[in-house]
């Protein structure tokens, strides 16, 4: 790839390039009953992806501080005895050496916290193809606020009109959006494509392969056009 990049393509990873969403489902739902609270399942992966204080706020909002931390402290927990058995999603880490191999800079704009980080780039093992990457530290708040994507634009020295969002979630194409970055939206999180549209994604496709399969007519292709 070229070596300072003018363009970007950021890239979320939970349940977009890893199959970790159900595994913080099933973390969280643990949690909150360990808690003594109880969530349903379907109410937790609606939030998947959301700033964990919001995720809190939305799933417990009567419950104290206290009571909340302890959810967190659980979920982490919990999350941890899954790691073992996270995996690749289809067509992502040939997602991310075509994206490098046409001179765009590769960008994991994460919020996951270095300790699942660390997992998440284990499984993708492509670290020949990352320009830069974030994490929960570079950010006060999660997404849906827009922190962590322009803090990914600033790493490599790109701006908005020449940078290109992957998500699977409501809250990356919101985040993104709030910047003026286009996204693109997979489904491998379990959320729907309308409801992907409705949050303003500027194309909704299957998974990583299905947005390789289209890579150089669709908005990255568009990035290297212009």
Avoid at 25 to 34: G, L, N, Q, T, Y
Avoid at 138 to 146: C, I, L, T
Avoid at 147 to 166: E, P
Avoid at 187 to 198: A, N, Q, V
């Amino acid at each position: 790839m070229a070596p300072d990049p003018t363009t970007a393509v950021l890239f979320d990873i939970d349940g977009t390039l890893v199959d970790s969403n159900y595994a913080h489902v099933d973390a969280w739902w643990r949690a909150f009953r360990a808690a003594g609270e109880s969530v349903d399942a379907w109410r937790i992966h609606r939030t998947i992806g959301m700033d964990s204080s919001r995720l809190l706020e939305a799933l417990l909002p009567d419950a104290s501080d206290e009571v909340r931390s302890t959810a967190k402290q659980y979920q982490t927990a919990y999350y941890a005895e899954q790691t073992p058995l996270l995996r690749l999603l289809p067509g992502a880490r040939d997602l991310l050496r075509a994206v490098a191999e046409r001179g765009h800079a590769v960008v994991l704009a994460t919020s996951a916290p270095e300790s699942e980080l660390t997992r998440l780039r284990e499984v993708l093992d492509a670290e020949e193809w990352i320009t830069a990457v974030t994490s929960a530290e570079d950010v006060d708040e999660a997404k849906p606020a827009p922190g962590i994507v322009q803090v990914a634009l600033d790493r490599v020295g790109v701006d908005a009109d020449h940078a290109v969002m992957v998500g699977d979630a409501m809250w990356d194409v919101e985040a993104s959006g709030k910047v003026g970055v286009p996204c693109i939206a997979v489904m491998t999180g379990g959320i729907g494509g309308d409801e992907l549209r409705g949050a303003g994604a500027a194309l909704v496709v299957d998974d990583a392969a299905a947005v390789l399969a289209g890579l150089d007519d669709g908005p990255i292709g568009a990035l290297q056009r212009a």
